[in-house]
């Protein structure tokens, strides 16, 4: 097979496997939006919650970035959590202009309910495939994270 050849067919399997995996992504976020439904929360909110209790106290600028959205949406995503009674506010002892979010026990519980959901997609997701089969997948993930990098 000539070089062109070579690197057209391998141009379009890489395609086909961005393509699954912009679907598996999609698919994942809407099961998981599918089993969050019922407690009135999205995807986007719980991560958002998982983000505040990773960092204890974080400003919605600092949530912002850790969520590549943009400040505005940050904004309306906390706006609904404050409403909710999942997070609440504080202000920063060293710079009182700062609003600082933390998780309350409603909004503690409502990510547990989310872990366990989690958890059952995953076990649903992964069933079949082998942990070396896993590990492999992350490394070429990885690698291909790597590469986008340099």
């Known amino acids: 097979m000539t070089t062109c050849l070579k690197t057209t067919a391998r141009r379009q399997e890489a395609r086909q496997v961005l393509k699954q995996m912009r679907h598996l992504l999609a698919a994942v976020r809407g099961h998981l939006d599918e089993q969050l439904r019922p407690d009135g929360v999205t995807t986007s909110q719980v991560q958002a919650l998982f983000q505040i209790r990773l960092v204890k106290a974080c ?34 002892a060293t710079n009182e202009r700062l609003v600082l979010w933390s998780l309350t026990k409603a909004g503690d519980g409502l990510l ?26 992350r490394g070429v993930l990885g690698h291909c994270l790597d590469n986008l990098k340099e």
């Open 59 to 92: 400003t919605g600028a600092q949530l912002a970035r850790a969520l590549s959205v943009t400040p505005q949406t940050m904004q309306a995503l906390l706006a609904r959590a404050e409403r909710e009674g999942w997070i609440r506010r504080g202000q920063d």
């Open 112 to 137: 547990r309910k989310a872990e366990i959901a989690f958890d059952a997609l995953q076990d649903q997701l992964w069933d079949g495939l082998t942990m070396r089969s896993i590990r492999e997948l």
